[in-house]
């Protein structure tokens, strides 16, 4: 079974209602042998707020060394985002090995009428696959209610109800006690319920659940009134930049950390997680703190620009807007621009109450079934506000309107439903991955890995000989960019997905560039999102990196790295520099050799090294870093630690380089702060794990996919693409055949905006074609030699007059002229 069939399986499985009761989930999961049995759960119910908390409670765990499963929806991409282990998306080869387990029972059921649903069968993937990967804690987001919500086949060992509020009252009653009464079922035997509801609602819960530790505002100290002082009492700071400051106070600890989630409400929401956490598992305060910090959620207030301020939030009902205004509210700006696009169950006159604030309003309907009419929502607006209210037929084209109309000071926010702000989101997040094809076999494979049925992909092969380029788009995007380039003599082969109205699908478009610049032309000013497209197939379609004026040496070609240990534990040259005057000779030499930039590690992360204290760290390089600080080369600092990073600024470094990929919250503050340039590698963990068995699909796919998101982040800190620098990260969580096949497809990396920085010295991929890894010159220089052919921006090596040689070759060989002087 091909990837496609079985995620078609799945979602043909979404014209199946909604429906109380776990018997469904049970039976699916009694074929899988009952993998929910083994494992320990935390479970996680709510109006408002499930899948942030239940964020933060993963993250949390997971920086405390536990291997967790998080389950959540909806999904804003890919399906698969909705199961996850240590933050890495079910492959798409257990998604198959799953449906070909569990089709003849659903066939079967569904022949007598009882079919389990789309979200009872992804709960029984999501437990599955926790079970296989045999996590210590799965954290499980509760998708209607509680009591007969598919997730309670688990016996929870900790749970919460974050808030409630009336919704899917068909399903779950007509009043809030009802509707808490039904969320509190979830609570665990032996162990109080979490929950920051209060009123009615916390009388309810405390019927069902009996002990509860409440959780809520300790602004007045914990006193809150009728409901009585909280158990863990929350004190919001205000916004801090981009962060929200946060002090939790529990009986016997305290917790004062940033959130990169902004509001009061998630305030209260990381105090709902960091009960949970202590509940389940031993974490020392600086844990819980660093794990807040990370806890991205993406589309739940995500603030994209600044000038205008652009913000992304999925928030769906009166509640949740209501919270989502507030938040803005701490923001200066002049008008509001609204993207608006919700679904057709939703109270949207509450909703446009919530939103009163506007100035202007674009209502559209996101590419789901399930939305309801602009012009429904556009009535709503104008009742329930004075904002001059226009309708646009799709997400992206009214996200350029409201762009175009909002001035430097104003604010843009994109809300109503996390289906609009996903596809708003694309602006930012959707890569154009060019493509090498030089063969019918590359032509096959390029076209197989987008889920093209075989029969496509067979017809399709020949007609690669151009530009090949790989994305993802909507639907009805995808018919449209197939119709017009065959009108033009290009081609275009779509995935086999069904076209599910709330899926993207990957499109391979075969072109000559001719027929690309005719396809913009077209795409220019067409509905559904096309507009927008057509700008990002423009910049897709020049490879190259623009000139960004900042004088970086890889803005005029290839440029080479030379590393600087200062450790006596590296693979390579451990021990060797660990003396200041030693390590500014081997500078200097590297120097000589043709370096343009020298980078300087006081750490090493080789698999199983021991990691270092930060004052160790910076006792080693800050004395190094001053020394070499007035000479004609960029110093870059090798570091994991925002401290570390802070300090060697101070003394002159220009380049961050972080192997762990801004793990450490403050790292991209840092770079922003001091406006440099920050090498962000791909790693599943720093130091590499050496008995660690990482799956890939696609170690080329996963990567820029893991990437995108990182790179976001230093982007949304405020760093422009051509100071971010992303390496594929050899050798960190990959086998060496990964490693090669990175290698080969080098220049796909280019779909991410930044430059490409290849650090592949004497590392042990190496020792696929017999060479032995931490003395392997000859090598390194041929690896050298493609990666520059391949597109690479900064080679890092340690031996640098052979590899600067090697680059002078390669670009030779692209431009003679260059290197003539006569």
């Not at 119910?45 to 993963?58: I, L, P, W």
């Not at 660690?692 to 996919?705: E, L, N, P, R």
């Not at 800190?717 to 051509?722: Q, T």
Request: with cysteine.
């Amino acid at each position: 079974m091909e990837f496609h069939e079985a995620a078609n399986f799945l979602f043909e499985l979404r014209r199946f209602a909604s429906r109380a009761g776990t018997d469904a989930t049970r039976e699916l999961l009694s074929t899988l042998g009952d993998p929910h049995e083994s494992l320990r759960c935390v479970q996680i119910a709510g109006s408002n707020g499930k899948g942030s908390t239940a964020r933060m409670v993963e993250r949390s765990l997971r920086e405390a060394g536990y291997d967790v499963g998080l389950y959540t929806s909806p999904h804003l991409d890919d399906v698969r985002e909705r199961v996850r282990v240590n933050g890495r998306k079910v492959p798409e080869a257990a998604l198959v090995e799953f449906v070909e387990t569990v089709e003849p029972s659903v066939t079967e059921r569904g022949a007598e009428g009882e079919s389990p649903t789309f979200f009872e069968t992804l709960t029984a993937l999501a437990l599955w696959e926790f079970d296989r990967q045999d996590v210590d804690i799965a954290v499980l987001e509760v998708g209607i209610g509680g009591k007969y919500d598919a997730t309670s086949v688990v016996d929870p060992a900790a749970s919460a109800v974050t808030s409630v509020t009336l919704e899917h009252t068909h399903i779950l009653g007509d009043t809030v006690g009802e509707i808490a009464r039904d969320k509190a079922h979830v609570a665990p035997d032996g162990a109080p319920l979490v929950t920051g509801t209060t009123g009615d609602a916390l009388d309810a819960v405390r019927e069902v659940a009996g002990d509860v530790v409440t959780v809520g505002d300790g602004t007045s100290g914990t006193d809150r009134g009728a409901d009585g002082p909280a158990d863990v009492a929350v004190t919001y700071g205000g916004r801090d930049g981009l962060e929200g400051a946060v002090t939790i106070e529990g009986p016997d600890w305290t917790v004062e950390t940033h959130l990169p989630l902004l509001g009061e409400h998630q305030a209260q929401n990381a105090g709902i997680a960091a009960a949970l956490v202590r509940q389940v598992a031993d974490v020392s305060r600086e844990e819980l703190e660093r794990g807040l910090r990370n806890a991205h959620w993406p589309g739940r207030f995500e603030v994209m620009g600044e000038d205008p301020l652009v913000v992304l939030d999925g928030a769906h009902n009166p509640g949740g807007l209501e919270r989502t205004t507030e938040t803005l509210d701490s923001f200066s700006y002049d008008d509001l621009h609204l993207v608006v696009g919700a679904m057709v169950d939703k109270d949207h006159v509450g909703m446009a109450a919530a939103l009163s604030d506007a100035d202007h309003a674009i209502v559209c309907r996101p590419n789901v079934d399930r939305a309801e009419s602009p012009a429904v929502v556009a009535e709503a607006m104008r009742e329930a506000t004075d904002a001059d209210v226009e309708t646009r037929s799709d997400v992206a084209g009214a996200l350029e309107m409201a762009l175009d109309a909002a001035d430097d000071g104003d604010a843009v926010l994109v809300t109503g439903s996390l289906y609009a702000v996903r596809e708003a989101r694309n602006r930012w997040s959707r890569a154009i991955v060019p493509k090498r094809v030089d063969s019918l076999d590359e032509a096959r494979e390029t076209i197989d890995d987008a889920h093209v049925t075989e029969a496509g992909a067979w017809r399709m092969r020949g007609k690669a000989v151009h530009r090949v380029l790989r994305t993802r788009v909507q639907p009805r995007q995808a018919q449209y960019l197939k119709e017009e380039l065959l009108s033009l003599g290009g081609e275009c082969a779509i995935s086999g997905l069904n076209d599910q109205d709330e899926e993207r699908l990957d499109v391979v478009t075969m072109a000559t560039m001719a027929q690309y610049k005719r396809l913009t032309e077209k795409l220019a000013g067409q509905p559904y999102g096309l507009s927008p497209f057509a700008d990002e197939l423009r910049e897709a379609l020049d490879i190259q990196q623009p000139d960004s004026g900042r004088g970086y040496p890889w803005e005029d070609g290839p440029s080479v790295m030379g590393i600087l240990n200062i450790t006596p534990d590296s693979f390579h040259d451990g021990g060797e520099y660990d003396a200041v005057e030693d390590a500014v000779a081997r500078a200097e030499e590297m120097i000589a050799d043709g370096a343009d930039v020298i980078d300087i590690g006081g750490e090493s992360t080789r698999p199983g090294a021991e990691p270092v204290p930060a004052d160790e760290e910076i006792a080693r390089v800050v004395p190094v870093v001053e020394e070499l600080a007035d000479r004609d080369v960029l110093l870059s600092i090798d570091t994991r630690k925002a401290s570390v990073a802070r300090a060697t600024l101070d003394a002159g470094a220009d380049i961050l380089n972080d192997v762990s990929g801004l793990e450490d919250p403050e790292m991209r503050l840092v770079a922003a702060e001091y406006d440099v340039p920050v090498v962000v590698m791909h790693s599943i963990e720093t130091p590499v794990d050496p008995d660690s068995d990482v799956q890939y699909d696609d170690v080329v796919t996963d990567c820029i996919d893991q990437l995108t998101e990182r790179v976001l982040l230093a982007e949304k800190a405020g760093l422009d693409r051509e100071q971010i620098l992303v390496d594929p990260g050899i050798g960190f969580g990959k086998s060496r055949v990964e490693d090669f096949k990175l290698l080969d497809r080098l220049d796909e990396f280019r779909a991410l905006g930044c430059p490409i920085l290849f650090g592949h010295s004497h590392k042990s991929l190496f020792g696929l074609v017999g060479e032995e890894p931490g003395d392997c010159l000859e090598a390194t220089v041929a690896g050298t030699t493609l990666a520059v052919e391949r597109g690479a921006d900064i080679i890092r090596v340690h031996d640098v007059a052979e590899n600067v040689a090697a680059v002078d070759v390669a670009e030779a060989a692209r431009d003679p002229e260059r290197f003539d002087g006569s």
